[in-house]
């Protein structure tokens, strides 16, 4: 894929200081007309969209992927600003911190409460929307040659389906770990984590990035060396629209075999599917690290949905030997490239062409409400047995169930900000739907009695959650003296990112003081005298 002009012209910015804006400390008094002139004089015209124009509603929707978030009487943002390239984000920033109107920013949409898109602060809170989603190209070195490392740049509104294809389109030998959705935004995916069908190989996605560039909160281009090393392990799994906005990522491609093996092997609890599931928890976290099993629980049907990078005729006789209690036959395999199994997960269909992984399509007709655990001792038989019959129950919904184990258990905690490595099984995703305009009360109603009653079977003080699966139920910040507290971003922090949330903190101390970059979940600045962070990143004005 071309390199856009966003893209190329990162490199200049970088050493290229705007003049034509000051950059002074968060504005106090909020000056929303001259926020809107000071856009109008920096960035074109028709990268602006004020609540005037008459396609504004649009533009906000254009990557919304579940209505129940769509602003509807929760804060709308002054504008949102589709940026073209790094000098329009710096200087929205910049604009931002001179007339006292806050950012938020998305790339892809796939936003569980919305919070790139809407404020439902108590009372409101000015901002306005920086949408990434025209950043999105994807340059794969010219070292994407054995036996060099690859990598690739990518910028953060792009789509990991657009990042695969480009990717694999270069070499079909390459690919990069993360998620199993082709719509999601890069950069909020890598900005959480990033979890997907290749983590036990090669981990996650942020544990493969190896440099990014970013606006900081005084409008800088900075790129991992002139961030700093803390910066730089912050927004690696710290979750998205706190410390900045990374406008790109360096990342660091893996090998994979020209043919893999993909399938998906169903049970219904009448077919013995509880024993098979009981065995999966055991086995799937230990399997060799060239497969991965995931589980998608639906009603009184559960799918074994796998990914093998090799061929049938190996794929077989290890699960007869490690996991017969699969079933796994021949006749289950569908051998493909790479590519062609991020398809096929997508769709379920194996003759899903690799184009459609270009679509960047949305959609408002269904209604999602998810929440996350993480389970590190295996669930007894007969208490799943009691687990399945709330999913005879109205409203039931759905669960996708993620094995770690591999890579990801070898890094350790501290490494990056995403905590939940060693000792884990794997994670729960807990999923409801219901019709755009339909009553969501009986799935909601499942969903989080269903969420108390899990608490019993997974981990514990505290009990965790993955930022990428964000949810406001687990507990929102509080403001005192205009920026969040520390003790409301605690309760649901450590649920995110346990021992490694105050080192997030105090980072975002140095790097925002004035909690510029802030929502209902972002972290807050926890101020030390003399912390080391604030020593190695320098203080702030």
Not at 271 to 299: C, F, H, K, S, Y
């Amino acid at each position: 894929m071309a390199m856009s002009r966003g893209l190329a012209s990162l490199a200049l910015t970088l050493t290229f200081c705007c003049s034509y804006l000051t950059t002074p400390s968060f504005a106090a008094t909020l000056d929303s007309d001259g926020f809107l002139q000071c856009l109008l004089g920096n960035i074109p015209s028709g990268f602006i969209y004020t609540q005037g124009a008459s396609n504004f509603t649009d533009v906000l929707a254009s990557s919304v992927r579940n209505p129940r978030v769509f602003p509807g009487d929760t804060a709308r943002p002054l504008c949102i600003v589709t940026a073209a390239d790094a000098t329009h984000v710096q200087a929205s920033v910049r604009c931002g911190r001179a007339h006292g109107v806050r950012l938020r920013v998305r790339s892809g949409g796939h936003d569980y409460e919305g919070l790139s898109s809407r404020s439902v602060l108590p009372g409101g809170e000015a901002f306005a929307v920086v949408d990434l989603a025209a950043l999105r190209a994807v340059a794969v070195g010219s070292d994407a040659v054995w036996p060099l490392a690859p990598t690739a740049w990518v910028e953060s509104g792009a789509t990991l389906g657009e990042l695969y294809y480009a990717v694999a389109k270069n070499n079909s030998e390459l690919a990069f770990p993360a998620g199993i959705c082709p719509t999601i935004g890069v950069g909020g995916h890598l900005s959480g984590g990033g979890i997907g069908m290749l983590m036990r190989k090669f981990g996650l996605a942020v544990d493969n990035v190896v440099d990014a560039r970013i606006v900081n909160a005084d409008g800088e281009l900075l790129d991992r060396a002139a961030m700093g090393e803390d910066l730089f392990w912050a927004i690696r799994g710290g979750g998205g629209g706190n410390f900045g906005i990374v406008v790109a990522w360096k990342v660091s491609l893996v090998k994979v075999p020209s043919t893999v093996t993909a399938f998906n092997v169903m049970r219904t609890v009448d077919q013995g599917a509880i024993d098979v599931l009981t065995r999966w928890q055991e086995v799937g976290p230990t399997l060799p690290v060239d497969i991965n099993i995931r589980v998608i629980v639906m009603g009184q049907q559960l799918t074994f949905q796998s990914l093998y990078l090799g061929k049938c005729a190996d794929v077989v006789p290890m699960l007869s030997t490690l996991f017969p209690e699969l079933g796994m036959r021949s006749s289950d395999c569908l051998e493909m490239t790479w590519l062609q199994s991020v398809a096929f997960f997508d769709s379920w269909n194996p003759n899903a062409p690799v184009e459609s992984l270009l679509n960047r399509r949305t959609g408002l007709s269904t209604f999602t409400k998810n929440k996350s655990d993480y389970v590190k001792q295996a669930i007894p038989k007969e208490e799943w047995q009691k687990i399945f019959g709330w999913f005879a129950m109205n409203g039931a919904g759905m669960l996708i169930l993620e094995p770690h184990g591999g890579f990801i258990g070898t890094v350790p905690a501290p490494a990056t900000p995403y905590p939940h490595r060693t000792g884990v099984l794997y994670n729960i995703q807990y999923i409801v739907f219901w019709p755009s305009g339909g009553d969501g009360t009986a799935a909601t109603s499942w969903i989080g009695s269903f969420y108390d009653f899990m608490g019993q079977y997974v981990s514990n003080n505290p009990r965790e959650a993955y930022v990428n699966y964000r949810d406001l139920d687990i507990g929102q910040n509080e403001v005192a003296n205009d920026v969040s507290t520390f003790d409301s971003g605690k309760v649901w922090g450590e649920r995110y990112f346990a021992g490694n949330f105050r080192r997030l903190a105090a980072v975002k101390a140095v790097v925002d003081p004035t909690d510029f970059f802030r929502n209902e979940q972002s972290i807050p600045p926890l101020f030390q005298q003399g912390n080391r962070w604030g020593k190695r990143l320098g203080k702030h004005d």
